[in-house]
């Protein structure tokens, strides 16, 4: 069973325009991570925010984590048509692995 | 460097049977974690093997079993195909246990009739 939501399922912008996907967990983390996947195939690693983090950026991206509210956000800036993916937060804690969100579709559209 | 290889790419079987996934790790990694992931869904952790030992097990039933072969290289499983195990099975490597540095394969298409 997934221990973690994600919202929105689906998000459909126009290149330019900046998206935001939230991902909420149950349990307490180590470290949450955020994964992108082209068609089904292999994830990509994008960031990793540790439980004593509140915000991180890499380029593009921008990751927040509120362990209070045990909540992430993931925004993505000036969107391309190369950014559509399905989106994944990875809440990890030794033992369980990673535990996984049921995903963000992205749709950037040119 | 060679990322993470895993074989077959696709696969179909019949329900009853049984089927072997194959995972090369990246050079240097002594980690394979194991997932599944079911269309539509997230990745679900299935077994993590380090050092050729289990370290990890996810809620899954007996018919799935793993090991990890002295090169690292890793092997799943599955006994008595059910419908449901239709999925796409990821394999992930990794240093050792760190909480960070996984790297995924393209993953494997399992298709159960």
């Known amino acids: 069973s997934q221990q973690g939501e994600e919202d929105p399922q689906a998000l459909s912008i126009q290149e330019g325009e900046n998206a935001t996907m939230n991902c909420s967990y149950k349990t307490s983390i180590n470290n949450l991570q955020w994964y992108r996947q082209n068609s089904g195939r292999g994830l990509v690693h994008l960031i990793l925010i540790r439980s004593n983090e509140r915000e991180k950026h890499s380029g593009r991206l921008r990751v927040t984590l509120d362990t209070s509210k045990k909540s992430s956000s993931l925004l993505i800036t000036a969107s391309r048509a190369a950014d559509t993916a399905s989106y994944f937060c990875a809440m990890f804690n030794y033992g369980q692995n990673f535990v996984f969100g049921p995903g963000t579709r992205l749709s950037v559209l040119p | 460097d060679a990322g993470v290889t895993q074989s077959p790419t696709h696969l179909i079987k019949t329900r009853g049977q049984q089927v072997t996934l194959r995972c090369s790790p990246i050079?240097?990694?002594?980690?394979v974690s194991w997932y599944q992931q079911v269309l539509g869904q997230g990745p679900q952790f299935i077994f993590q093997y380090y050092e050729k030992e289990e370290r990890g097990r996810g809620n899954f039933p007996d018919r799935f079993s793993a090991r990890q072969f002295p090169n690292y290289s890793s092997e799943l499983n599955v006994n008595a195909l059910l419908l449901g195990d239709s999925a796409l099975y990821l394999c992930?490597?990794?240093?050792?246990?760190?909480?960070?540095?996984?790297?995924f394969g393209s993953g494997t298409r399992l298709t159960v009739v």
């Open positions: 992930a490597s990794s240093l050792d246990l760190r909480d960070y540095g996984y790297t």
């Open positions: 050079s240097g990694h002594k980690s």
